[in-house]
T-cell receptor
């Protein structure tokens, strides 16, 4: 069972470049999430999708966009990367509000 | 706004010792409390989920308790092993897709 799969695992960008982080799940999750993890700050929610076809902002959405392509896939796009977006990005899935989250292994992004 | 605190930030113990990790939260109106393990460079692996109606959950050498009235959860690890070395995070679910608040974790090192 693959669970929640994220690609790529590592990425280095220069300021101003764009990229898309991919996430796919095979756990039949209805809801999907993007978090970022920074030292000393815990995980913070960037965007979430409660169900296929819907997306909503989380705590730190500025500089990001998302697409819920279908029930399985939820992508995160950085249109113009900034050094402040250097972080570890995690995708997670769940079966609804308040249900336990299942995480992918993360994407480690460095913006120089 | 919910705040989740984990103290200490780091802990080092000799192999075989029983230990307790602490998680405090400010808003007692939670649905679930979940404990995760995070290995270096990896995602979050769920260890135990305690629903608000429960007082504790057990899995092998792990036991997690929840006291909503005092805003505390503890994770008890019996007979610690070097393989238990990891960062342990707790997350409080307050209802709704956005309302999952993570602590910053306790980094545990078990010395052989």
């Amino acid at each position: 069972n693959a669970g929640v799969t994220q690609t790529p695992k590592f990425q280095v960008l220069k300021t101003g470049q764009s990229m898309t982080l991919q996430c796919a799940q095979d756990m039949n999750h209805n809801s999907m999430y993007w978090y970022r993890q920074d030292p000393g700050m815990g995980l913070r929610l960037i965007y979430y999708s409660a169900s296929e076809g819907t997306t909503d902002k989380g705590e730190v959405p500025n500089g990001y966009n998302v697409s819920r392509l279908n029930k399985r896939e939820f992508s995160l796009r950085l249109e113009s990367a900034a050094p402040s977006q250097t972080s570890v990005y995690f995708c997670a899935g769940g079966w609804g509000a308040g249900s336990p989250l299942h995480f992918g292994n993360g994407t480690r992004l460095t913006v120089t | 706004k919910q705040e989740v605190t984990q103290i200490p930030a780091a802990l080092s113990v000799p192999e075989g010792e029983n230990l307790v990790l602490n998680c405090s939260f400010t808003d007692s109106a939670i649905y679930n409390l979940q404990w995760f393990r995070q290995d270096p460079g990896k995602g979050l692996t769920s260890l135990l989920l305690i629903q608000s109606s429960q007082r504790e959950q057990t899995s092998g050498r792990l036991n997690a308790s929840l006291d909503k009235s005092s805003g505390r959860s503890t994770l008890y690890i019996a007979a610690s092993q070097p393989g238990d070395s990891a960062t342990y995070l707790c997350a409080a679910y307050s209802g709704g897709y956005q309302k999952v608040t993570f602590g910053t974790g306790t980094k545990l090192q078990v010395i052989p």
